[in-house]
């Protein structure tokens, strides 16, 4: 009675989690699998346990994108040499939505007392909505990286909580210098003019620390690489700050004028 109560609530969780399970047997069979499981893969619960890693319908791709075959599923890899799979990334086309789902699976096999497999047990979490998301902003980033590449502007950020500072290729490009080394706040007031340098970085704190700060225009000299000075126009503002207004991060454009 004690064990047929066990197996009644394990199969009452398995039955109602979101993630799908499947049980496998030695020779690749499904032995058990819950709703979850069939739902991320678009089969119905009869069309799924007539089903094995092997299948061509499958349509499987490793996480680059590239041709995934049955024998790296992490179930048959898991089957064959007797150790755990973790979160293992494949893609899979949902054969009800012809759409291809993205998979995280885990396979654990489980061994007698001998090492001869009984069984391969599988979980299935479906990530597709975060690879979406990290395709996004992959994108978004491809997409900033070439409006920069393209502007005649030089493109700068701060970080206010490292010291930390970004200046794109075309603000060397300006002043006639290479990148070298970790680039800071401090490698502006080198080049700044002495007579600029005081106050445009009072304008820059008292923007700064204005919490409804209407950003700075400021115009200033720069030495470039061969000595000689330029005026750069440099426009920037605040764009994030923390619960308490204080600033967290600072960005603008600067340009020879």
């Not at 978004?140 to 500072?165: F, K, M, P």
């Not at 794109?168 to 990148?179: A, D, K, N, V």
């Not at 919490?211 to 605040?238: A, C, H, Q, Y």
Request: glycine letters at 8%; hydrophobic letters at 40%.
């Amino acid at each position: 009675a004690a064990l047929i109560e066990s197996e009644s609530r394990f199969r009452t969780l398995v039955e109602d989690i979101e993630v799908g399970v499947i049980l496998h047997d030695r020779d690749d069979r499904i032995l058990l699998s819950n709703p979850a499981a069939a739902r991320v893969l678009g089969l119905t619960r009869e069309q799924l346990h007539s089903a094995t890693s092997a299948d061509q319908d499958w349509e499987l791709v490793r996480e680059d994108g590239t041709p995934c075959p049955p024998d790296e599923l992490p179930s048959v890899v898991a089957a064959r040499t007797g150790q755990a799979v973790r979160n293992v990334i494949v893609g899979v086309t949902n054969r009800q939505q012809h759409v291809r789902h993205w998979l995280q699976i885990t396979a654990a096999p489980r061994l007698r007392n001998d090492g001869a497999l009984m069984h391969v047990l599988v979980t299935i979490v479906d990530v597709t909505d975060r690879k979406r998301a990290e395709e996004a902003v992959r994108a978004s980033s491809r997409r900033l990286a070439l409006a920069i590449s393209a502007t005649s502007d030089a493109v700068w950020e701060w970080n206010y909580q490292t010291g930390e500072t970004y200046y794109s290729p075309r603000w060397y490009e300006m002043l006639g210098i290479s990148p070298e080394g970790p680039t800071t706040l401090e490698m502006f007031r080198a080049k700044c003019h002495p007579d600029d340098v005081g106050p445009t970085m009072e304008l820059f704190e008292e923007m700064v620390r204005r919490p409804d700060s209407p950003g700075w225009v400021v115009e200033f000299r720069m030495r470039r690489g061969d000595g000689s000075w330029i005026w750069i126009l440099g426009r920037g503002n605040v764009v994030e700050r923390d619960a308490r207004g204080r600033p967290l991060m600072g960005a603008g454009t600067q340009v020879h004028i």
